[in-house]
Structures are given as structure tokens and as C-alpha cells.
């Protein structure tokens, strides 16, 4: 007989990812998957990762023991480096941690800043794992919606004095992906940058500015971080999974000493430490100055994929049915659709192509304080993933999906 277990609140709560979900079904021979949002394994530099190994060896136990919650030294220090052209100032060390990914800087700062029917800020249509993290710390969104520019920061004031009205007090927190957003793509300009950090500022709300994508920019000049703008309150992430390999687990976040301690003090009621060994490994790529070489090479080959998808969308889907605009960086087409995104997915896979459908970019009438969006009519399409076959064959296979509505 099974075992029955009495669940807590917060598990009953819980749903599973949605795009763990699709995962799972989209995992047949032959289909071509624009779903996740993930790098191309073509290009990971596996053999110059490989090599660095070595530095196992030289390191000896060390590489094996439990580290600092906070982080590998010298990763730390390399990653301060890298940070002050970014951030605009130097970085300490104490205003660093390395994570396990950039979703667990979501989760370190959610049990830090987040009680249960906390709100949270966030753009529409914003990261799901993001509403999946938050929400599993029982937080409730207020969204603002976008254009093709990013958060319409001009509605931002409003939409925190809505949150007030409805329940009493501000939101706890503003997240926002600022450069190349999942899902949508875009790129907040620089004075919306400004007049999210002044409105944050003035009402005393922290950001989470999280920024995976920043160094995947294939056109334009790089724009100023909010971090850089704001004298405090914003909280910078950044990962490697994007750049170098997800598999590596391996991000961190820069904000205020003191934050930064009450979320290393979370961390270690998490996992100790993010694996010593990961953390040598990425120390050492970047100690032999392999990074700057990847990216340089990272940046032409998805400017390419971009262009790619770009130009099969255009030949093979009907005008009047999709609408999108081309991204200047990271990983996604964000694509407007005449019709309901679910039940194309599902055309779409019989079909043999994935993609992930835009509602999971929104979070549920019954989690949102204020107006719901509706995710319904949208598609968003990882360009980075597909081989270049495939991302010809897969859109004429979504042609098909959009035909048979
Ligand atoms: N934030 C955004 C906007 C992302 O797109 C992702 C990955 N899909 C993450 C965070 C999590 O990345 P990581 O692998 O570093 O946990």
C-alpha cells in the first residue's frame, strides 16, 4: 500500500513547472524543440572545459572539500573583475554570492524578502521559472505590461499605488530582465531604465535586475544596468548557463552587503555551498582567459541563428496570423499570434515542433493583484537551440500547425 504522506501547506501549493512539463512531452524521436530555453550544445567548448581539469589535480583536496556558502574565492574575485565596467563601480566580496544557477539566486531572495501573499512587481509577459520560484514562497504579481521595448515603465508608478489600494501595503520587490528578456526578447531602454530605478527608489522598493543574457547582445551599443544607476536596492544576477554550458550550475548576484548575508545565511540551509568542484572548473576557464574567446564566438554564431529564424518566420509563416519583432539578442522570438498559443502547441507537436506556449509567461487571474494579462495569444520560439536544418524544417512544420486551426 502506498504511504500517506501529510503534505505541508506550501507543497499542496505546488505545481509542477510547466516547462518541465513540455519537456517531458516533447522528448519524441524527431521533433524539433524551439521550447526550451537553452544554449546550443554544438558549440559548448567542451575539450577547453575539459582541460581544465586539470587544475583538479593541481588543486588537490581543496577542489574537494566543502567551500565558502558565499562562494570560491577566486571565482569571486574574477567575477568582481568582470562586474565593474558592468555594474559601475567596484564590487566587494562580501557583495557577491555564487549560486547554483541564477534560479537559485530567485529562491535565496524570495525566503529573505517574501512572506506568503507578499507581491511581487513583474513585467508581462516575465520568466516562468521566475513565477514558478516565487510562487512556491506563496508571493502574489502585480504586473505591468510591455511593448516591443520592454516594461512600459511609465505605468510602473501606477501600477505599485494599485498594489497599495488593494492590499495595504507595497510590493516587496520589482523583478525585472532587462536586456533580451525571457520571454519576449526585448531590450529596456535606457531611460526606462532610469525611470524604473527613480520609481523603485522613491517608493523603497527592491529590484531583482536579472540579466542572463547582457552579454549575448549580436546589435547596438550595450546599455547602462539599473545597478549602475541606483545607489542601492538593486540586486544584479548573472549566470553561466547561458554563456558557458546550464549544465555547470554556476551563477551569481551582486547587491548590498547586507542582503547578500541574509541570503548566504538562507543558502546555507539549502546546499552548504554551490559545488566546489563546478566552481574550480569555471574559476579556471576563466583564469585562462577562454570566456572572452567563447563569447566573441557565442555572439556571431546565434547573430546568425537569429537571422535564421528570422528569415524562415517571414518566408513560411502567414503574415496575418503571426506578428513578431527581430531581437537584437539572447535567445528568443517573441511571436504574437491570431490564435490560442495551447491548442497551436498542441497542433504543433503533432506536427514534430515544439515551442512554449505564452501563457506560462503569465501568472493566473488567481495570483495576480490587479489586472490579469492574457498569455493566450503568444508563442515564444528559442532560436539558439535548433540546428540550422532544423530551424528551417521545424517553421514549415508550425506553418502546417497554423494552417490545419
Ligand atoms: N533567469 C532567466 C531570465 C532565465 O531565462 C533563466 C534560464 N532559463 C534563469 C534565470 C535561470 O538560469 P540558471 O540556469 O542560471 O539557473
Known amino acids: ?87 559601475g563601480r567596484q564590487v566587494t566580496p562580501e557583495e557577491i554570492v555564487i549560486s547554483a544557477g541564477s534560479q537559485q539566486v530567485m529562491d535565496m531572495l524570495s525566503r529573505v524578502l517574501i512572506d506568503p501573499g507578499d507581491v511581487i512587481v513583474a513585467e508581462a509577459p516575465t520568466y516562468p521559472g521566475a513565477l514558478h520560484t516565487f510562487r512556491a514562497a506563496g508571493a502574489r504579481f502585480a504586473l505591468v505590461p510591455c511593448d516591443g521595448d520592454g516594461m512600459q515603465t511609465d505605468r ?20 525585472t530582465i532587462i536586456n533580451f528578456s525571457n520571454p519576449s526578447g526585448a531590450c529596456l531602454p535606457e531611460a526606462r531604465r532610469r525611470q524604473m530605478a527613480e520609481i523603485a527608489a522613491r517608493f523603497g522598493i527592491p529590484v531583482l535586475e536579472d540579466d542572463p543574457y547582457g552579454e549575448l547582445r549580436y546589435s547596438g551599443e550595450r546599455i547602462p544596468t539599473l545597478f ?78 537569429a537571422a535564421a529564424m528570422g528569415a524562415a518566420l517571414r518566408e513560411h509563416l502567414p503574415s496575418d496570423e503571426v506578428s513578431f519583432s ?13 490564435s490560442d498559443g495551447q491548442e497551436l502547441f498542441r497542433r504543433a507537436v503533432n506536427e514534430g515542433v515544439a515551442f512554449l506556449p505564452g501563457e506560462t509567461c503569465y501568472p493566473e487571474a488567481g495570483e495576480t493583484v490587479g489586472e490579469p494579462h ?22 514549415k512544420r508550425l506553418a502546417r500547425a497554423l494552417s490545419r486551426s
Not at 512531452?25 to 572545459?49: H, K, N, T, Y
Open 1 to 87: 500500500m502506498a504511504f500517506d504522506y501529510t503534505y505541508s501547506e506550501r507543497a499542496a501549493g505546488m505545481r509542477p513547472s510547466p516547462i518541465r512539463e513540455l519537456f517531458k512531452l516533447i522528448q519524441r524521436p524527431g521533433m524539433i524543440s524551439f521550447a526550451g530555453g537553452l544554449p546550443d550544445p554544438a558549440i559548448f567548448p567542451v575539450d577547453e572545459f575539459a582541460a581544465c581539469g586539470d587544475v583538479l589535480r593541481s588543486k588537490g583536496p581543496e577542489a574537494l572539500q566543502y567551500g565558502a556558502t558565499e562562494g570560491y574565492r577566486p571565482l569571486v574575485l574574477d567575477i568582481a573583475g568582470r562586474m565593474e565596467p558592468l555594474l
Open 156 to 175: 510602473l508608478a501606477e501600477v505599485i499605488e494599485r498594489c497599495r489600494l488593494a492590499i495595504g501595503r507595497l510590493p516587496k520587490l520589482i523583478y
Open 374 to 395: 492574457d498569455g493566450r495569444p503568444f508563442a515564444r520560439l528559442c532560436f539558439t537551440f535548433a540546428q540550422p536544418n532544423e530551424i528551417v524544417e521545424g517553421t
Open 326 to 338: 527581430e531581437p537584437t539578442g539572447g535567445f528568443f522570438f517573441w511571436v504574437r499570434l491570431a
Open 228 to 305: 549602475s544607476m541606483a545607489s542601492g536596492g538593486v540586486l544584479y544576477a548573472s549566470s553561466f548557463s547561458k554563456v558557458l554550458a546550464p549544465g555547470v550550475r554556476v551563477a551569481w548576484a551582486v547587491g548590498d552587503a547586507d542582503l547578500i548575508r541574509k541570503m548566504v545565511i538562507a543558502k546555507q540551509g539549502m546546499d552548504l555551498c554551490t559545488s566546489v568542484v563546478a566552481q574550480v572548473l569555471v574559476a579556471e576557464y576563466c583564469r585562462r582567459g577562454h570566456l572572452d574567446g567563447h563569447l566573441a564566438k557565442i555572439r556571431t554564431h546565434y547573430a546568425a541563428k
